[in-house]
């Protein structure tokens, strides 16, 4: 199925740890099924004509985490830039990383940038992964770089506007999002974009993130142009 209509789905990605519960397995069991399943749906995502596709696979509440759990999570991420990187080369995926990089070890920072960097040529989908990522930090950030340019006189009061604004955000060059989609029945937006989502459309379902499919995705777009059609875009 192409979609010429959703050019930006976010996603958080929750229910990991009751995947695993319910299996009786840890927690980490059911992040690296949760990280398995990023493959799958970025590659969906791709096929599906989607332009950019945002994850929250870190927040910066997460930190406050046990120890074990962020040292599994941080595990993790080493293995997926190290083991995603083919999938993504091969996908012809970009890759990009927003959130407050200073807080992660050095060797994952290095990790991120070869990965941006290699990737940074690549066109049929834009893949912008949160680490470590908070919405109302990013908004102050903004804030705090916008109050600059004032401070050097680059720009006056009257002129911050929006586009100024939005290009001092993380996110500054893509496009707000379309569609959100929240998995595991929470129906919460997190501290997670909150200035981009101001008209995105927002789903909800109670899937758990490793179960979050292809099949469900293709709905959730199928269901989008039809909003999109009988209300128009506001
Ligand atoms: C929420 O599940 C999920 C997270 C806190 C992390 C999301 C991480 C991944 C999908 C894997 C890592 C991603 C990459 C890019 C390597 P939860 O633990 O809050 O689940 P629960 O609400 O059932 O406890």
Redesign the pocket.
Known sequence: METDICKHIAII???????A?KRGMP?SF???K??E??IEITRAAKDAGVKYLT?????TE?WQ?SKEEVDA?MQ??R??LDK?FKDIMENNVRIRFIGEKKMLAPDILEKMRAIEDKSADNTALTLC?A?SYGSRQEILSAVKKTAQLVAEKKVTIGEIDQALFSANLYTADIPDPDILIRT?G?QRISNYLLWQLAYTELFFTDT??PDFDKNELLTILENFSMRERRYGKS
């Open positions: 990605m929750d229910g990991n740890g009751r995947w519960k927690r059911g992040h690296k949760g990280a399943n990023v994850l929250y696979a870190f927040s997460n985490r999570l993790l991420l293995e997926y995603g992964v680490l595991s929470e758990l993130w």
